[in-house]
């Protein structure tokens, strides 16, 4: 979108050929938009700052939100088939925390692979953007503080892009954890070069776990969503007993809610399972065809047998900070999509509020750098190239201690763990800079708010009820201030 937005010549990197590797085009739900007669962007506002928990920045989150039915117009112009009504009318769904149906989607559940084909359509065919397939972006290049260049790494090797103006939008994070729902290149390391390059994160400790991802040995983990409970499928454990049964709205709570229902009964030694075979039965493969299909891959017939569950990292409301122009701190380096922090999601994102952010300030960023002129390109000092990113380490130790529950000695033993590894020159030090900033950041958050729960902290404290902002400096003299717990002294 930043690209299509830009009219200016444009390269596009991308780690894997456009499209692939891109959470985007996983996306079932769709995208929020207040386009339907009884609502309005004050109603979707007030839902996106309830599920923001205290922690959104409001006047950034009205201007996306009132950046979404013009968004939604200019993805149809570019060719997004969305489901429509019989008269003709965009068709509006309903996801939780929604006080209205306002979620456009496309062939019922795979909106974000129909609104990628068209916009990658788009960008190949428009002649001001170059589009480098198979390209890591692995280093950014600084003069006098500001952008000056890309280090990257393809087929033939490494080479250096020079450019005053560089974008990140490189999306999540999940693959830091071993269970997941986003790619698997998504390791967050669009984060790891602004932190390198001095670029301020924001809100890293709040991670949004999925409570459905079906536990059937894959890796990423296909998502079962949240629609099929709004269907009346029930949780269950391998003794048939439904375990959120008197629990509040049961089920059909939000995410983080179940997800720790369903972490902590897996705590206590039990299988989950999502039970759709009373609510939905023979109706599941017309009602959810490419959930169905996930399924069957996977030995399981959703109408006949319960769906093995687990929480798995779904969506990360931190990353990059950046101001209403998605500009960070660093001159010449903007940042969108996931891999930015925008104040939109606060402590928990609200459902198909992601795609929606991720459109709308892509287009955001290309305004901005259109009224900006880039520098002449100047030389640049030859930079060593990175051992491409390893997150296996991090993987064991962030779903150790910095899961869907979180405590103070876990969190020590993570830093611990962590910080000799990003001092460090192997392949897993990317991941681990970016591991330790957030455990950091989950260590420094001494209450339970939104996506990030302390079973230490269990209530939420009116004094922090700010965004937490961390360099990779500030984050690593917290970490090495951090007083190890008595397990790790008496070890
Ligand atoms: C299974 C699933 C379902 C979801 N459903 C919904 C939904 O219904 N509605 C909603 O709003 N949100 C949903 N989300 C979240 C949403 O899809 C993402 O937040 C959003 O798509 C992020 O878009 P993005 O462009 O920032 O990142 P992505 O779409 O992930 O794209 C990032 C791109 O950057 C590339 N890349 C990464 N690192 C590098 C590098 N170093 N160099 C070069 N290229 C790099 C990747 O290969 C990828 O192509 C879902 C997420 C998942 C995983």
């Known amino acids: 979108m930043a690209a299509l937005e830009l009219n200016q010549p444009v390269i596009v990197l991308s780690k894997a050929p456009l499209g692939n590797e891109a959470a985007s ?11 339907g007669n009884n609502d309005s962007p004050e109603l979707h506002l007030a839902d996106t700052l309830a599920a923001g928990d205290g922690l959104c920045d409001p006047a950034t989150a009205r201007r996306i939100i ?56 788009a ?8 589009i480098l397939e198979n390209c890591a972006a692995t280093r950014l290049i600084l003069r006098e503080g500001r952008i000056a260049g890309v280090l990257a790494s393809g087929r033939n090797g490494p080479f250096v892009l020079r450019s005053s103006r560089v974008v990140i939008a490189t999306g999540g994070l999940g693959g830091l954890y071993r269970h997941t729902t986003n790619p698997a290149g998504a390791i967050g390391q669009g984060l790891v070069l602004a932190a390198r390059a001095g670029a301020a994160l924001a809100d890293l400790e709040f991670v949004q776990f999925h409570p459905t991802a079906l536990d059937a040995g894959q890796d990423p983990m296909p998502l079962i969503s949240e629609a099929v409970r709004g269907e009346g499928a029930i949780l269950i454990d391998e003794c048939g007993t439904r375990f959120m049964e008197g629990h509040g709205r049961a089920e059909l709570e939000p995410r983080d809610i179940v997800s720790r229902a369903v972490w902590r009964h897996m705590g206590e030694g039990h299988r989950t399972f999502l039970d759709a075979r009373s609510a939905l039965g023979d109706r599941f493969a017309t009602r959810f065809p490419a959930i169905d299909a996930l399924c069957r891959a996977a030995g399981i017939d959703p109408a006949r047998q319960p769906i093995p569950i687990r929480p798995a990292a779904h969506y990360h409301m931190g990353g990059i900070a950046v101001d209403e122009a998605g500009r960070t701190n660093v001159p010449g ?14 402590a928990n994102r609200l459902a198909s509020n992601s795609l929606l952010e991720a459109a709308v300030t892509g287009q955001a960023v290309a ?19 990175p051992p491409a990113p390893d997150a296996t380490a991090v993987r064991a130790i962030l779903s150790r201690h910095a899961g869907v529950l979180r405590d103070v000695d876990g969190l020590s033993d993570a830093i611990a763990d962590l910080l000799p590894l990003a001092e460090g020159h192997t392949d897993a030090a990317d991941p ?12 420094r958050r001494t209450e339970s708010r939104g996506g990030h729960a302390r079973t230490d902290y269990p209530a939420k404290s009116a004094s922090l009820a700010d965004r937490q902002i961390l360099t990779w400096e500030t984050a690593r003299s917290a970490a090495l201030a951090t007083p190890p717990t008595s397990a790790a002294l008496q070890a």
Do not use: K
């Open 333 to 346: 380096l903007w940042a969108c999509g996931e891999a930015a922090s925008t104040g939109l999601h606060g």
């Open 367 to 385: 305004q901005d750098i259109a009224g900006t002129s880039a520098a002449r390109p100047a030389p640049l000092v030859p930079l060593a190239t």
């Open 432 to 443: 681990a800079l970016l591991g330790l900033m957030m455990v950091t950041a989950m260590h």
């Open 25 to 35: 085009a996983w996306a079932q739900g769709g995208l929020a938009a207040a386009i």
């Open 123 to 130: 960008a190949r065919h428009a002649p001001h953007i170059q």
């Open 66 to 121: 009132e950046a979404a039915p013009a968004t939604i117009e200019t993805l149809a112009r570019l060719g997004a088939r969305f489901d429509r009504t019989p008269s003709g009318a965009i068709a509006l769904g309903l996801e939780a925390g929604h006080s209205r149906n306002r979620i456009v989607h496309a062939y019922g559940d795979s909106s974000g692979r129909e609104i990628l084909r068209a916009v990658i359509q």
